[in-house]
């Protein structure tokens, strides 16, 4: 790591510490209270403690109170991601980028070193959630046919939460006219795209599906970018 | 000859046993008769007299009235035919392709692209042989092929088996969506007692067992737990018997797909042949006893398993060729503005 680079960080994470304070103690607490309210909800106690508070409880019934109260963790890395990536430029913006301008290195390295740092700085929330997530399924009985997940959800934490972070810092990244081309063009986009589609079908016999549906596909489906939040975000699952 | 005195007996009017009286009664049967008549007939003649008086008025009127109904008329019949021509032309544009694809009739407005074409060809010849000589259950099957704005509802009574595409993913939805109508077709082509055993399932897709794993791991139901949990004969009386059971459709599905695999060419063919029950058909269609059918099913789903962690890692390839772009919009798109 170069001096730029430690500099950059350490920049970074005096800019941030404070705002990951909170997010650190939700990624800690929240993993365990889903799954302790999942399993209150399904009707017994899973506590690997206290045994003799253990009763049976029904997989499908868990599944799904974890399946209700799981929604939250999406959220959860999203904010995670776009709190961090606000952070790293609100410095920059609120000092006219005089800072950034008083460094030896070009625009273009200087953005991607602070994409770095910020990666680099979600991996603190990162180990938050595994710990939050390895306390939560360690501390219950998992029911049989099931199995917990710590590790495939701490991974799906830290790409949702890489991925809001990378689209917000590059929509951060630039000005207020930056993020406004990129709005406008993509809903030019679209509207292009509800006016071409029916005059290619009607034109030249091409059918596409509607530009709502493209969008809704392209974002969520595979391979789309926001894939990632569409999928199991459970804890336990079979 | 009758006493005038004597009373009618037997006639009309016989309460009277007097001439008199009774001619008296006719008469003033017939005034009031005639008194009614002309009170009913008093305004019609009013009107026609009012309407004699003004009759050059009334006359304009009406023919004023005539005129601008005869007007509205050829307002109407240029409006039909505008309509007519209009409807001509759409449906001059709107052509109805059809094709045969094995024993389905692809229809569509507008020519099929060939994948399409290809989706439904290939998820067919994969199943050719399994169906063997009952491909004449599936003969006049209508595929219409919904993907743009002029929907293929029915077809004077036949059942369409609706082939849309909702994904974006080209291809692999075109297969899925054969793979869908093609299953559709097969288990509505199935004997009653069969359906109602599968209660709402159809033959499996290519997710049936990935689905009857969850369904089965995540059961309430005591047989299907112990189904899960390698008892052998629970499993068997947890999925022969009837939807009260509670194993879910997807389940059915699955065992069903599985004796068909097991049974190879001609499978489900056997699975049509008369028999018993739904147990003696998926014997039949595996031809081997159920036990050994139910046996080497739940191996079957336990291999289909639902593998998390290669979800995670399918979605994260994904996400990193994302990050790349958005780091290289970040680096290049902006630049400094100051002030």
């Known amino acids: 790591m170069t001096r730029a680079m430690t500099e950059v960080l350490r920049t970074q994470w005096l800019a941030s510490r404070w705002l990951l304070v909170p997010i650190v103690l939700l990624c800690i607490g929240l993993p365990q209270a889903v799954v302790r309210l999942a399993t209150r909800y399904a009707g017994g106690s899973l506590d690997r403690l206290n045994p003799g508070m253990t009763s049976e409880i029904g997989p499908p019934l868990l599944i799904g109170a974890l399946e209700g109260l799981s929604a939250i963790f999406p959220f959860l890395a999203a904010i995670t991601g776009a709190a961090i990536a606000l952070a790293a430029w609100n410095w920059d913006h609120r000092t006219n980028h005089v800072y950034a301008l008083a460094l030896p290195v070009p625009r273009s390295r200087y953005a991607l070193m602070k994409l770095w740092a910020g990666a680099l700085i979600l991996l603190v929330p990162t180990l938050a959630i595994w710990i939050g997530a390895w306390l939560a399924t360690a501390g219950v009985m998992i029911p049989d046919g099931l199995r917990a ?14 991925l809001i972070y990378a689209t917000m810092f590059a929509l951060a990244a630039g000005t207020i006219r930056t993020t406004l081309v990129i709005f406008i063009g993509s809903v030019l986009l679209l509207m292009v795209m509800g006016v071409g589609l029916p005059l290619l079908h009607d034109h030249l016999g091409v059918d596409l599906i509607t530009p709502l549906q493209t969008a809704w596909y392209t974002m969520l489906g595979w391979p789309g970018p926001f894939e990632v939040f569409g999928g199991s975000w459970l804890l336990i699952d079979v | 000859m009758q006493h005038p005195h004597e009373p009618h007996i037997g006639r009309e009017w016989s309460h009277c046993t007097r001439p008199q009286p009774c001619q008296t009664h006719r008469c003033s049967a017939i005034i009031a008769i005639a008194v009614l008549l002309s009170l009913g007939a008093i305004p019609d003649l009013s009107a026609q007299m009012q309407a004699a008086r003004e009759a050059p008025a009334a006359r304009e009127a009406l023919g004023a009235r005539i005129d601008s109904l005869a007007a509205e008329h050829k307002t109407y019949i240029r409006e039909i035919h505008v309509r007519d021509s209009l409807r001509a032309e759409y ?57 743009g704005t002029h929907v293929i509802r029915g077809l004077a009574g036949t059942k369409v088996y609706d082939f849309s595409v909702w994904g974006a993913n080209g291809r692999a939805d075109y297969r899925r969506a054969a793979e869908r109508v093609i299953t559709s077709a097969l288990t509505d082509a199935l004997p009653e007692d069969m359906r109602n055993w599968l209660d709402g399932g159809s033959l499996g897709t290519r997710d049936a067992h990935r689905w009857a794993y969850r369904h089965l791991a995540t059961s309430n139901l005591p047989q299907a737990q112990r189904c899960f949990a390698r008892e052998p004969q629970s499993c068997a009386a947890a999925l022969m018997g009837t939807h009260a059971s509670g194993v879910s459709a997807h389940t059915r599905s699955s065992l069903l797909q599985h004796a068909l695999d097991l049974g190879g060419d001609g499978s489900y063919a056997r699975l049509i042949e008369d028999a018993s029950d739904a147990s003696a058909r998926l014997a039949n269609a595996a031809g081997r006893p159920i036990n050994d059918v139910v046996l080497s099913w739940r191996a079957t789903i336990q291999d289909a398993r639902p593998n998390v962690n290669a979800s995670v890692a399918r979605a994260g390839f994904w996400t990193l060729i994302w990050l790349a772009g958005l780091a290289l919009l970040a680096m290049r798109s902006t630049r400094w503005r100051l002030g």
């Open chain 2, 91 to 147: 449906n001059a544009r709107l052509r109805t392709d059809t094709m045969l694809i094995g024993p389905f009739l692809l229809v569509s407005h507008t020519p099929a692209s060939d994948d399409v074409v290809a989706a439904i060809r290939d998820e067919w010849a994969a199943r050719t042989a399994m169906v063997g000589p009952a491909v004449s259950r599936l003969d006049g099957v209508v595929i219409g092929l919904n993907v």
């Open chain 1, 149 to 162: 997940y710590p590790l495939a959800f701490t991974a799906r934490f830290l790409l949702a939460a890489l």
